[in-house]
């Protein structure tokens, strides 16, 4: 046997444990049938039947691609592209004889640039390989038919081995768990790569198992009957068949693949679910595909384009079969020297239908450049250069967690420039999610003298400064807040009040009432003490940051838990009678643990007195219905003092007991033990209905209050975001007067802003939920809701009239109603006329419905942000998912689009990121489609002037080289480094963000007017080059300029006039900039030479003709000058005009900047913020209404 047997926490009589004791029933009714039919036969790889099931193996693979189908799937996910299918046929088609060009001219800039892709494809595919590999080949202890241990590699596992799993090592399969290096079989697991969290989680053995070890292991032979592989992480049904017994298995006794072992040395298991059978392979499914508007955009631009293309092509072979058939008129040939009597069908006058429609799909080859070719490729390059910047931005990493910004995509950066409402979780995304125990009521009396950030932020409100009295009989006094604590500062302890610290609780009036008080809160928990052995200090390890903090203010004022055993718990508690510090012990018999739709939790021990008590602590909202006439005592003052804490931001829990009867508790136990060990559909809820059948009749003790800070920079960062014109929502659980005054202390809610409140917690329907009538409740409550919001709706008017903000708070019983069907319109336009919106009480699922209903209704730009599993659903809903890496494990993270570790980082992500990102890209985009319609056109020109022959202007390697290395480079780098203004001044000027938000910069007006400018450059380039050569002396000798001379004139002036174009557009330099530009006209210039040098059946004709024919030649130089100067005149024109007489935002402050008036500028142009911000609300408000309207009628 490995090492020794360790004797520690043995929770056998937990109730997380004891209800799943050893069954010998077999309550698995949904056994055998669909989806629970699996068998395993544990430790016994040789029996027959074994052999027959033929389970996959271990061997996973996390890889998009095969060696076998990369080229064949890559291909194809490259094809899907509208524009590479269609360089695809065109390259097909390349080597007919319809082609105006060589087959290679068009198929290898197609290979680079598909290539590209598949290289970047491939690399990625093969980092996700080399991880597989490292996880297949780490080493597990498997026993051997030896009847020993020997390590095998993970994808060798089968199902049914017996493994054996060390400290720290990583779980190669699903695994039942037999025994461990506890005696009860327990062991601790760490499961963050499953769901995030970071708190260990306790697993244990059946009984009947627990005490399996090496020499057991000879003789043991067992079978596993259990659900067939799901992706369920927290559910399992099956049952053990083990030496004539029958046992049922839970969650309890199963370890999922790459969860961690921690604090335990060793535990033995069977494997269960192998490789991708596994639950987390099962949940290895790809997050839903988000794409950017400007993305769709673009898309429809290349239909558009492609439009354009069909259309002049089109023109072009109609204008050609006409020629064609006049070629031959009464006998006579027109064109005599194309020999129409003999020629091919191409050109054939007696048939030239055929020819025009030939010509048609020659013409769609020819003007083809008109669709960009590598433009797919460059915008994923700059996009991953981009998120580079993002992750790497020292002003968004956060030292103290060592957690920099993460892009976890990057297809929805420019997305975070045009963001328009967020949509924001509260508790660890506001807030720190650490929490502190401030104040509490117990026996109708208030203690705790610290003031809490709100209650600061209420102060500052007040015009005297000083904090409003409360009303002396809630027991708060007033004070100054200049308290001085010269105890060490405790990490979730803030309390400060002489009346209970120091043991000084034991003179107040009810003290015995105090003492039970903090008895619950050091007993009705289920954190674990961790003892320091060098200091002798105890932490606890929490399943939450509230838990801690009870914990610690139990321990603080004198129940300090410190010790938990299998079946007890032990404290050191302060003796009223001697005021010294004794030890007791308490029988721990059932934890009934909290959930979400319970909002409480319960201990039932038995003390040393030998008296059953039932300890619980949760929500006011389901407590105080519970308590027993009896225990109502200080229920009126406990209620004010709640109210108090949740205005002063606080967070609040009842806390009570009762003491349990014998006989009572007997009966009690049968059935929620019952319930428990069932497996069934409904197990859940019997156990809940179980568990309710006790929890009433309590006695109230008091309150806790703890405060969880606001983050560092939150009310800036509102602040600032809402001067961009950015909507905020705050969706949160809280009360609604924690959430309002929350709301005050982050700058959300301001004042003289009006406040809407909708809620149901009105007189009427609280004496309807009283009489216990549902339908009338509903009824009630509908009509309720329906006229808040119609009265909102006509203060918001009102108030706009007088110009003064609205606010909207609503809570979750109002909000169910409020996305019905039929009333999710008029929410919505109750909630866009407001600044602010606060949904107090949401549960996951509405935060969910709402984050549906303004990204679908309004068609704007969402962004959530959370930082817990409750925000996941959120995240995933909106355009862009934000993920807070806090304290709350990772799983808000790993659901996210971005990732950062503070509320306030979210600033700069969307004022500077996002705003450079949208520009780049859309300036990027415009400019890919101006430089490839200017270049298409001369083509077209051309071949208007000569009779659409099909004859291109240019050499066919001009034409393939173009987009590929003449004119990308300088695009890549606008789309990577161009900055209209430094990132201090997007912070200074947040109103910059509405250039997105409007899509001022990738409208449609803006779209077409960079065509037009391609349209006229190229009718510039084309005309003024052939008028400047065509018809005089070109060279010395006398001759005119050929062919081969004009497709080098026209090709240089178009290479010249977009990059310098892109010298024009750029706003921001770098050393990088300028070297792509220049270089890629020097490239040009090299290019020509050496292919020039080529033999002239390859360079046919290029071959010398810079050298020879170009270069010598001065009016060569001097017409490159002239075309470019006027090509570039018309765009520099409207600029300057532009700047001059229409002014955008970003050109007043580019010219404050430049003439060096920023300081005395800045007033100015920060006065005008609130006038723009409110014309801005007006109008979004209408064009709000118009949509909400228009889905309506359309629903």
């Known amino acids: ?712 920079g939150v009310p800036e960062c509102i602040e600032k975001l809402s001067q961009a014109g950015v909507k905020i929502w705050v969706l949160t659980g809280d009360k609604l007067e924690t959430a309002v005054n929350i709301g005050y202390a982050c700058s959300l809610l301001r004042e003289g802003m009006r406040q809407i409140v909708i809620t149901l917690d009105t007189p009427d329907i609280i004496a309807l939920e009283k009489q216990g009538d549902k339908e009338a409740i509903a009824k009630a409550s509908r009509e309720s809701v329906t006229m808040q919001m119609r009265e909102g709706k006509f203060q918001v008017v009102s108030s706009r009239q007088s110009r003064v903000s609205s606010a909207l708070i609503i809570d979750g019983k109002s909000l169910t109603f409020a996305l019905a069907e039929d009333l999710e319109s008029l929410f919505l336009e109750l909630a866009i006329d407001c600044a602010s919106v606060i949904c107090c009480r949401s549960s996951p699922k509405q935060k969910a419905l709402v984050t549906r209903l303004v990204k679908k209704s309004t068609g704007k730009t969402t962004l959530a942000i959370g930082d817990g599993a409750n925000d996941v659903g959120m995240l995933l809903e909106a355009d862009i998912g934000v993920g807070i890496s806090g304290v709350e494990g990772m799983q808000a993270v790993m659901a996210s689009d971005f990732a950062i570790a503070q509320f306030r980082f979210l600033e700069r992500l969307l004022l500077v990121h996002g705003h450079w990102c949208y520009r780049r890209i859309a300036m990027m985009i415009c400019y890919f489609f101006y430089k490839d319609i200017t270049f298409g056109l001369t083509l077209f020109w051309f071949e208007a002037c000569a009779s659409f022959s099909g004859q291109p202007a240019y050499n066919d390697w001009y034409m393939s080289t173009y987009n590929v290395f003449f004119t990308s480079l300088p695009v890549i780098a606008l789309g990577v480094f161009d900055q209209d203004v430094s990132a201090r001044l997007c912070l200074k000027y947040p109103l910059l963000h509405q250039e997105g938000v409007q899509n001022i910069l990738f409208s449609w007006a803006r779209i077409l007017g960079w065509m037009l400018n391609a349209v006229t450059s190229s009718v510039i380039i084309f005309f003024f080059t052939t008028s400047s050569v065509l018809h005089q002396a070109f060279r010395r000798d006398g001759k005119v300029a050929g062919y081969e001379v004009l497709g080098v004139l026209m090709y240089t002036c178009v290479v010249w006039t977009v990059n310098c174009q892109m010298a024009l557009a750029i706003n921001y330099f770098t050393w990088i900039q300028h070297f792509l530009i220049w270089g890629s006209i020097f490239l040009w210039y090299i290019f020509l030479v050496i292919y020039g040098f080529l033999p002239p059946t390859f360079s046919t004709t290029a071959y010398h003709v810079l050298v020879e024919a170009c270069a010598p030649i001065p009016l060569y130089w001097l017409i490159i000058f002239c075309v470019v100067v006027s090509a570039l005149v018309p765009y520099f024109s409207y600029k300057a005009f532009q700047i001059q007489f229409c002014p955008t935002y970003h050109n007043k402050i580019q010219r404050a900047r430049l003439e060096g008036e920023e300081a005395q500028s800045s007033v100015g142009l920060c006065s005008g913020i609130k006038d723009r911000n409110w014309n801005l609300k007006e109008r979004r408000g209408r064009e709000t209404h118009e949509t909400v309207v228009s889905s309506t009628c359309l629903m």
């Open 1 to 712: 046997m490995r090492g020794g047997r360790r004797r520690g926490i043995l929770f056998s009589k937990l109730y997380s444990f004891s209800c799943i004791r050893s069954s010998t029933e077999d309550d698995h009714s949904l056994r055998g049938q669909r989806g629970y039919s699996r068998v395993v036969y544990c430790n016994d790889p040789e029996n027959p039947e074994a052999l027959q099931l033929n389970y996959r193996g271990n061997y996973v693979s996390t890889t998009k691609y095969t060696a076998a189908n990369f080229i064949p799937k890559s291909l194809f996910e490259q094809f899907r592209r509208v524009a590479n299918l269609y360089f695809l046929v065109v390259a097909c088609v390349s080597f007919s004889p319809l082609a105006p060009y060589r087959a290679g001219s068009i198929v290898v800039p197609l290979v680079i640039v598909i290539g590209a892709t598949m290289a970047k494809e491939a690399v990625e595919d093969w980092r996700r390989r080399k991880q597989d590999i490292e996880a297949n080949n780490r080493k597990v202890k498997v026993y051997e038919k030896d009847h020993t241990f020997h390590e095998t590699r993970w994808k060798n596992l089968q199902v049914g081995d017996l493994v054996m799993v060390e400290k720290d090592e990583f779980f190669p399969a699903d695994l039942l768990l037999l025994s461990s290096s506890y005696d009860d079989g327990i062991c601790y697991v760490e499961t963050m790569n499953l769901d995030g969290e970071t708190n260990l989680k306790v697993k244990q053995s059946l009984e009947a198992t627990a005490a399996l070890h090496d020499e057991y292991f000879r003789k043991f032979k067992a079978v596993v009957k259990c659900e067939d592989p799901n992706e369920h992480l927290y559910s399992f049904i099956g049952s053990l068949y083990y030496d004539g017994k029958q046992y049922s298995l839970s969650p309890q006794q199963i370890l999922l693949r790459d969860s961690k072992l921690r604090n335990t040395e060793y535990i033995y298991g069977v494997v269960i679910f192998t490789g991708h059978d596994t639950k987390v392979m099962q949940n290895a499914t790809d997050p839903p595909s988000k794409r950017s508007k400007v993305e769709r955009k673009m898309d429809k631009i290349i239909y558009f384009l492609f439009g354009v293309l069909v259309l002049i092509s089109s023109v072009g072979s109609v204008f050609f079969g006409v020629q064609t058939k006049n070629d031959i008129s009464g006998g006579r040939y027109k064109r005599w020297y194309l020999r129409p009597d003999s020629t091919t069908v191409f050109f054939d006058p007696r048939r030239a239908s055929f020819a025009a429609f030939f010509h048609f799909l020659t013409g769609l080859m020819l003007y083809g450049y008109l669709i960009p070719i590598s433009l797919y490729v460059s915008i994923e390059i700059v996009k991953v250069l981009q998120t580079i910047f993002i992750n790497q931005d020292q002003d968004m990493y956060y030292e103290e967690t060592d957690r920099p910004a993460r892009a976890r995509t990057s297809n929805l950066n420019e997305e975070l420039g045009q963001v328009d409402t967020i949509l924001s979780d509260k508790t660890g995304t506001l807030t720190c999610n650490s929490m502190e125990f401030v104040k509490c009521s117990i026996a109708g009396i208030a203690y705790g003298r610290g003031i809490t950030e709100v209650e600061q932020a209420i102060t500052r409100r007040k015009k005297d400064g000083a904090l409003e009295s409360v009303d002396a009989s809630s027991g708060i006094e007033k004070h100054s807040g200049n308290i001085v604590d010269s105890r060490k500062s405790i990490k979730g302890f803030n309390f400060m009040d002489e009346r209970l610290m120091e043991g000084r609780w034991m003179n107040e009036p009810h003290a015995d009432v105090i003492q039970k008080f903090f008895r619950v809160l050091a007993i009705c928990h289920t954190a674990i003490p961790d003892v320091n052995k060098q200091s002798g200090e105890i932490s606890y390890e929490a399943e939450s940051p509230d838990e801690a903090a009870f914990v610690i203010a139990a321990k603080e004022l004198g129940f300090e838990f410190y010790e938990r055993t299998q079946n007890r718990i032990k404290l050191h508690e302060l003796d009223p009678k001697t005021g010294k510090k004794v030890d007791r012990s308490y029988e721990l018999l059932h934890v009934i643990e909290f959930s979400s739709s319970r909002k409480r939790m319960s201990v039932i021990v038995r003390n040393e007195e030998n008296q059953l008590l039932l300890l619980c602590k949760g929500a006011d909202s389901v407590m105080f219905e519970r308590l027993s006439n009896d225990g109502r005592i200080f229920e009126v003052e406990t209620k004010d003092h709640i109210n108090i804490y949740a205005a002063a931001g606080l967070r609040t829990l009842i806390i009570a007991y009762r003491e349990l009867a014998e006989e009572e508790y007997t009966m009690w136990e049968e059935e929620f033990l019952k319930a428990k060990t069932s497996v069934s559909a409904d197990r859940d809820a019997l156990v809940d209905a179980a568990a309710d059948k006790i929890e009433w009749d309590l006695i109230l003790l008091g309150a806790t209050a703890v405060e969880d800070k606001l983050q560092r």
